[in-house]
């Protein structure tokens, strides 16, 4: 029986590649409308356990439970639908259409006409107000008529969270959010993920402790797969195992990242 104060849970869960146990019995619980963190070394097996709970790896054995649902078996498109909304490493922006139409497009599942390519443009102006809100929020409103290929990398990024958005997530999951950006747009990002789980539960990898330190009210620690520890930031943060496991510079980062 899952408590209804968590939004996703798994029970066991593992994924074994020819041998290699690449997620190993992990129980991971995030509770609603909280931001939980999911932080290790590289090869931990972070993005693993992601691609397992959208469902583009299979488990080799386990649960994923979702708002009470057993939705192991499900499809992604399935699970999407129920409002398990992921945002990927790499920005996955239409470069050639302007930040307005990025969102119209996913504002388009609304309508039922995602796949309506022929329809006439003027068709979809009635989700301008909408696209314009998210665009909002995500502080991209200047720039709705630009094409999208012109934002910075940072501004990409949010452009990405106001899609991610427009398919009214339950639960975000963002892998690497501020990967590869500048400290301007690191901080841009953290401010923007800390805004749009007002009202949503966020679950994120990250490898930037200091956004992890700032934002998260959960962090798991995985190592080799496995559970290593869990808790608060300041908890975790000086967890002996989780010194060691991050070592040398890593290990500085993460208790001096307040």
Not at 30 to 51: E, Q
Not at 71 to 100: C, D, M, W, Y
Not at 145 to 171: F, H, N, Q
Request: net charge positive; proline share 4%; charged share 25%.
């Amino acid at each position: 029986m899952t408590s209804p104060d968590h939004i996703l849970e798994t029970r066991q869960l593992t994924k074994e590649f020819k041998g290699f146990v690449a997620v190993n019995k992990v129980d991971l619980r995030v509770r609603r409308g909280t931001i939980h963190a999911l932080i290790g070394p590289n090869g931990a097996g972070k993005t693993t356990c992601f691609n397992l709970l959208t469902k583009f790896l299979t488990p080799t054995s386990g649960q994923i439970l979702f708002d009470g649902t057993d939705i192991t078996n499900e499809k992604p498109a399935p699970i999407a639908r129920r409002g398990v909304v992921r945002s990927f490493q790499i920005s996955a922006v239409f470069a050639h259409l302007s930040v307005l139409e990025n969102v119209r497009v996913a504002l388009q599942r609304q309508l039922g006409t995602s796949y309506h390519f022929w329809k006439p443009e003027r068709s979809l102006r009635r989700l301008d107000a909408r696209a314009l809100e998210l665009l909002e929020a995500v502080d991209l409103a200047s720039y709705a008529a630009i094409p999208a290929v012109e934002l910075s990398y940072g501004r990409k990024r949010a452009l990405e969270i106001a899609t991610t958005l427009a398919m009214d997530p339950k639960l975000m999951l963002l892998d690497e959010p501020t990967q590869g950006m500048g400290l301007e747009d690191v901080d841009r990002i953290r401010q923007l993920i800390k805004k749009v789980a007002a009202d949503r539960t966020v679950l994120m990898v990250e490898h930037n402790m200091s956004v992890v330190s700032k934002i998260a009210d959960t962090i798991t620690v995985l190592q080799r797969g496995a559970t290593l520890a869990e808790g608060p930031y300041a908890e975790v943060s000086r967890n002996p195992a989780v010194i060691e496991a991050y070592m040398g510079s890593a290990q500085t980062e993460l208790v001096g990242a307040h």
